[in-house]
C-alpha cells in the first residue's frame, strides 16, 4: 500500500439529525488511499446522510469531513475536485447513448478532449462495455447502468469516490463485474468508500463500519469483525428443517436460530458442547439431518448478536 | 368477449399448486422463455433466480395471468394461466420490494383498499382487516402513515396486504430488499410460518441471502432452467469446480499470474484475498503453492471453502455465456 500521509476521507465525530431523528450520531472513521471501505447497514441507517455530508452536499450540524486533504465545508471547491459521488439515482440520461453521457460529464468535469477519449476507451474496456457504446441509456440492463454511472464519475480520475448502494438491484454476475472495476481503482490507489445494505456484500470490502441507527458498531476488516462474535456458528441441513426446528429451537446454549431453506444456522455458546447434543436430540427424536458443522460466522451474525433480537414481533 | 365466471372449482392438483408445463414466451424472434417444466409443491417456499434479461420476470408475468403463453402451459392454485387468468389472479397475492403501498395513506387505509381492491365480501371484511393487522403485528399502529413506518414494517404491511384475501400462492419479489437483518429474519419466520399452513411461496431475487431461506431453487438463464434443487444441493452439486481462498502478496499481480495458471477456471479479488475456481481442491493446492512462489509471491494461506449460492450462481452462468460478458 503506498505511504499514508494523510487519510483520503475522514470523518470526525459527524452528527445530522433531521426533525424527530438523529440520523448520524459521532461518526468518526478515515480511509486510506487504495482502500476499499464499506459503510453497511440496513435502510435508515444513516448511510445515505452519511455520504452526503462527505460530498459536501449536506452540512453536518456537527463534526468535520475532509476528503483528499480538504475540509469539505471550508473548501467544497477543492475537494469536489478530487472527488466523486455517485448517489443511488444517478442521473443518467436515458435518451443518450453510453458514449454521449461519458461525453457529457466529462465536459461537466472540464476533462480536455484528448484525454476523454483515451480515458472513456479503458474504462468502458474494463467494465465490458465498449460493444454498447452506441446504445442508449435507457435500454441497458440494470447492471449496465450502473457501470455506466460508474464511468461518468469516473471520466475526471477522482482520487476518492463515494458510492452510495451501487449495486442495489443488481444481478450477482453484474454485481462481480462491478467489484472487478472497484478493485482496479484500488490497486490504482483511488479510495472508496460504498455502502450497501447487504451485509454479504461487506465482505468483499478491505475494511467495513457496521452501522445501526446513526452509530457505528464495529469497525474493523471483515476476518477481523467475524472474530469478535466469540460464539459458535453451526449449519445443520435437513430435509424437514421444520421438524428440526421444533427439536432444537428450546435447546439450551442457543443464542440465534434461524430456520433457511434447507436447514437451521444455529448460533451457539460453545459449538464442542453443543454439537453432540444437539445429534443426540436430534436421533432420538428422529429426525433426519445431515452431519452439524461448525461454519465461519457471517457478518449478519454479528450484527444481529450486537443489536440484538429487539422488540419480538414473531407471530404464533 | 366471453369471460369466464372468477371463482371456479380449480382443478385437482394432487400436492402441486404451481406447474408448469414446456412454458415458451416468444416476442417476435426472441425466446424469453424456453420450454421451461416446474412442479412447485403445496406448502413450499421456492426460489427462483436469475440475471436481469434471463426470463425471470416474463416467467412470473406469465405465472401471475398477466401475460399469455405462445405455448405450453401452466397452472397455478389449479387454474390455467392462460385460459383462467382472472381466476388465477383472484388466488394469488403479489408484493413487490417496490412497495405497492401508497405511503401518504394510513396502515389501516392502504389495508381498506386492498380488500377493496381484492373484493373480500363486505361480511368478511372487519375480520380479514384484523387477521392483517394481527399478522403483520401492526396492531396499534392502524393510524400512522405508511410513509413513517420503518422499513420492516413497511415490508409486513404490504405482505399483509398481498394476503389478506388468503391467496393460496404468493409471488415476492425481492421482498426483504434493504431491511434490517433482524427485521428480515423475522420476515421469513412470517413466510415460513405461512407455508407451514399450506400457502405456496414463489419468492424472485438477486440477493443470495434471501435465496438461502427458500426450501429449494431454480436458476434461469437466456429462458431456460440451468439449475434446480435445494441450496445445499446446489452447493455440493452445481459448481463447475471447487472454490479455494488465497491470502497472498501482492494481491494485484496474483490475479493476473492466476488466471492463466494451469487448473485455474476462475479468479477474483475478494476483499483482501482471492478467490480461485479450481478443478480439484486437492491437487490444485500444492501446484498453486509453487506456482506462485515461482513468480516471487508470498503465499500465505490456501484452503479450500464451501461455495456460496453466489458463487454457484455466477459460476453456472458464466458457464454458460461461452466468453460473451463474462471475459470483461
Known amino acids: 500500500m503506498t505511504e499514508r500521509l494523510q487519510s483520503a476521507i475522514l470523518a470526525e465525530g459527524l452528527t445530522k439529525s433531521f426533525p424527530g431523528i438523529l440520523a448520524v450520531d459521532h461518526l468518526s472513521f478515515d480511509v486510506s488511499s487504495g482502500e476499499i471501505f464499506g459503510l453497511v447497514g440496513p435502510d435508515g441507517a444513516g448511510k445515505t446522510t452519511t455520504l452526503r455530508m462527505l460530498a459536501g452536499i449536506m452540512p453536518p450540524d456537527a463534526g468535520t469531513a475532509s476528503v483528499a486533504g480538504f475540509n469539505v465545508a471550508h473548501d467544497p471547491e477543492g475537494a469536489k475536485h478530487q472527488l466523486s459521488y455517485m448517489p443511488q439515482r444517478f442521473g443518467l440520461y436515458e435518451d443518450l447513448t453510453v458514449d454521449e453521457n461519458i461525453r457529457f460529464y466529462a465536459d461537466l468535469f472540464g476533462v480536455r478532449k484528448a484525454e476523454r477519449e483515451e480515458r472513456s476507451t479503458q474504462l468502458l474496456q474494463a467494465a465490458g462495455m465498449r460493444e454498447f457504446r452506441k446504445r442508449l441509456a435507457g435500454k441497458l440492463s440494470g447492471g449496465m447502468k450502473q457501470k455506466l454511472g460508474l ?57 467495513v463500519a457496521l452501522l445501526h441507527q446513526g452509530k457505528l458498531l464495529f469497525c474493523d476488516t471483515p476476518p477481523s469483525l467475524k472474530a469478535k462474535l466469540g460464539k459458535g456458528v453451526l449449519s445443520i441441513t435437513s430435509s424437514e428443517p421444520r421438524r428440526l426446528r421444533d427439536q432444537l429451537e428450546h435447546a439450551v446454549g442457543i443464542s440465534s436460530l434461524v430456520l433457511t431453506g434447507d436447514g437451521l444456522h444455529v448460533v451457539v455458546d460453545d459449538a464442542a458442547l453443543r454439537i453432540p447434543e444437539f445429534e443426540a436430540r436430534l436421533n432420538s427424536a428422529h429426525v433426519p439431518f445431515s452431519a452439524i458443522q461448525q461454519v465461519t460466522p457471517t457478518i449478519e451474525d454479528l450484527f444481529v448478536d450486537a443489536v440484538g433480537s429487539g422488540a419480538s414481533v414473531y407471530v404464533s | 368477449m366471453f369471460r369466464e365466471p372468477l371463482l371456479r372449482e380449480p382443478m385437482p392438483d394432487d400436492n402441486n399448486s404451481v406447474v408448469i408445463e414446456d412454458l415458451v414466451k416468444r416476442f417476435g424472434d426472441f425466446v ?60 394469488i397475492g403479489y408484493m413487490s420490494q417496490k412497495f405497492s403501498l401508497y405511503n401518504d395513506l394510513k396502515v389501516i387505509e392502504n389495508i381498506r383498499l386492498f380488500a377493496g381492491l381484492y373484493s373480500v365480501p363486505s361480511n368478511q371484511r372487519r375480520e380479514r382487516i384484523e387477521w392483517t393487522l394481527e399478522m403483520a403485528n401492526l396492531k396499534g399502529q392502524e393510524n400512522q402513515i405508511t410513509a413513517t413506518l420503518p422499513g420492516g414494517w413497511k415490508q409486513r404491511l404490504a405482505l399483509g396486504c398481498a394476503v389478506l384475501h388468503k391467496p393460496p400462492v404468493i409471488f415476492l419479489d425481492e421482498p426483504t430488499s434493504g431491511v434490517d437483518p433482524i427485521s ?145
Open chain 1, 151 to 207: 464511468l461518468c464519475a469516473l471520466i475526471h480520475r477522482p482520487k476518492v469516490i463515494l458510492l452510495d448502494e451501487p449495486t442495489t438491484g443488481v444481478d450477482p454476475v453484474s454485481r462481480r463485474d462491478f467489484w472487478r472495476i472497484l478493485y482496479e481503482l484500488s490497486s490504482e490507489g483511488v479510495a472508496i468508500l460504498t455502502s450497501t445494505a447487504y451485509l454479504d456484500e461487506a465482505e468483499r470490502c478491505h475494511r
Open chain 2, 32 to 91: 424469453a422463455v424456453d420450454r421451461i417444466n416446474l412442479e412447485i409443491r403445496k406448502g413450499e417456499v421456492f426460489g427462483f433466480l436469475g440475471p436481469n434479461g434471463a426470463g425471470k420476470s416474463t416467467t412470473i408475468r406469465m405465472l401471475c395471468g398477466l401475460l399469455t403463453p405462445s405455448s405450453g402451459r401452466a397452472r397455478v392454485a389449479g387454474f390455467d394461466v392462460g385460459r383462467e387468468p382472472e381466476s388465477v389472479r383472484q388466488n
Open chain 2, 184 to 328: 428480515r429474519r423475522q420476515f421469513w419466520d412470517l413466510i415460513h410460518h405461512m407455508a407451514e399452513e399450506g400457502v405456496t411461496v414463489f419468492v424472485t431475487t438477486h440477493y443470495m441471502e434471501e435465496a438461502e431461506y427458500c426450501n429449494r431453487l431454480a436458476l434461469i438463464f437466456r429462458g431456460e432452467i440451468v439449475a434446480l434443487g435445494t441450496p445445499s444441493e446446489l452447493k455440493r452439486k452445481s459448481m463447475k469446480g471447487e472454490l479455494l481462498l488465497v491470502e497472498c502478496e501482492p494481491l494485484g499481480n496474483a490475479v493476473e499470474v492466476l488466471q492463466s495458471a494451469p487448473g485455474v477456471i476462475d479468479a477474483a479479488v475478494f476483499g483482501n484475498a482471492l478467490h480461485l475456481v479450481v478443478r480439484d481442491a486437492a491437487t490444485a493446492i500444492p501446484r498453486l503453492r509453487s506456482y506462485l512462489s515461482d513468480r516471487s509471491l508470498t503465499v500465505r494461506s490456501i484452503e479450500k471453502i464451501p461455495p456460496t449460492l453466489e458463487d454457484v450462481f455466477v459460476s453456472l452462468t458464466t458457464a454458460r455465456d461461452s466468453g460473451k460478458e463474462s471475459k470483461a
